[in-house]
């Protein structure tokens, strides 16, 4: 596929990945007044990014393209980026919170203290 035609494609699906997210996230300014850490943002966040992902896979591998593959991508990272810090965001102070601990949902560090 020429350059310019990947270019096109890319943006193109940058733009179908940016309506797919605004289909299944609301939008930031409604995520930062929820509460930190929202199950339900999160679980629609991950959706987003797998409808996203899917699509960008598919229109990059017709287009047989890897433009189209790095536009897409980009775009879904940033968006997913912008929902999580989001997310993390109390409402009452307006800044960033720590997730509290046992609230995690990431395998724990080894312990090497001792």
């Not at 960008?56 to 999580?84: N, Q």
């Amino acid at each position: 596929m020429a350059d310019q035609a990947g270019l096109g494609f890319g943006i193109v699906v940058g733009a179908v990945d940016v309506l797919i997210w605004r289909h299944f996230v609301p939008n930031v300014a409604d995520i930062r007044t929820a509460e930190p850490f929202n199950q339900d943002i999160e679980k629609a966040e991950r959706t987003a990014l797998i409808a996203g992902t899917v699509f960008t896979l598919v229109v990059a591998g017709f287009a047989r393209s890897a433009e189209v593959f790095a536009i897409g991508g980009l775009v879904l990272v940033a968006l997913d980026f912008a929902t999580k810090h989001a997310n993390t965001t109390n409402p009452q102070t307006h800044k960033t919170e720590p997730q509290n601990p046992a609230e995690s949902t990431s395998y724990p560090m080894a312990d090497y203290s001792s």
